[in-house]
T-cell receptor, first 114, second 112 residues
């Protein structure tokens, strides 16, 4: 099973860059690294996905070192609306039929402070 | 493009009853997965359907079942409800061979 470890919670001030690191020592060759954002009583929302090196989209960047045993989600200039739980997932997910081989874990609860 | 739609959004049932939840995937997506989310256990995989066939199943009792129709819409059924079944039930859809899963808003089930 692809197990991930991430900090339980983080606080940040508005306008700062936030980096959330996830450890996944037993990542498999076919596994992707995916990050989701979830607000209370809503479904997780896809943020970004990567396999290796760096991936950037309009909301975040994902840094993956060469050994792929960890990854870092970077949120530039966070605002109050970024207060949410962030989940790091490792696996080939939907390609193999849902995220049945991974656990979402507790995620990282990010609190943005004014 | 419409997202994943789950109905109803909220539901209150009594112990022993059964319930059916519905999920309409993104147009063109043939894979639908279901998850249960509770404060204590987090997000847990229930099962996944692809082209009307269940491909994978999580570690849940047989009271939890599902099906998928030819238009890819999916339903999840829970029989003989227990208090512990109170949770947010989420479904996610993805395209064939895709690595991204798109989640719906969820159905909040409360068993009293």
């Amino acid at each position: 099973l692809a197990k991930t470890t991430q900090p339980i919670s983080m606080d940040s001030y508005e306008g700062q860059e936030v980096n959330i690191t996830c450890s996944h020592n037993n990542i498999a060759t076919n596994d992707y690294i995916t990050w989701y954002q979830q607000f209370p009583s809503q479904g997780p929302r896809f943020i970004i996905q990567g396999y290796k090196t760096k991936v950037t989209n309009e909301v975040a960047s994902l840094f993956i070192p060469a050994d792929r045993k960890s990854s870092t989600l970077s949120l530039p200039r966070v605002s109050l609306s970024d207060t949410a739980v962030y989940y790091c997932l490792v696996g080939d997910g939907p390609r193999s039929g849902g995220y049945q081989k991974v656990t979402f874990g507790t995620g990282t609860k990010l609190q943005v402070i004014p | 493009k419409a997202g994943v739609t789950q109905t109803p959004r909220y539901l209150i049932k009594t112990r022993g009853q059964q319930v059916t939840l519905s999920c309409s995937p993104i147009s063109g997506h043939r894979s639908v997965s279901w998850y249960q989310q509770t404060p204590g256990q987090g997000l847990q995989f229930l099962f996944e359907y692809f082209s009307e066939t269940q491909r994978n199943k999580g570690n849940f009792p047989g009271r939890f079942s599902g099906r998928q129709f030819s238009n890819s819409r999916s339903e999840m059924n829970v029989s003989t409800l227990e208090l512990g079944d109170s949770a947010l039930y989420l479904c996610a859809s993805s395209s064939a061979g895709g690595t991204e899963a798109f989640f719906g808003q969820g159905t909040r089930l409360t068993v009293v």
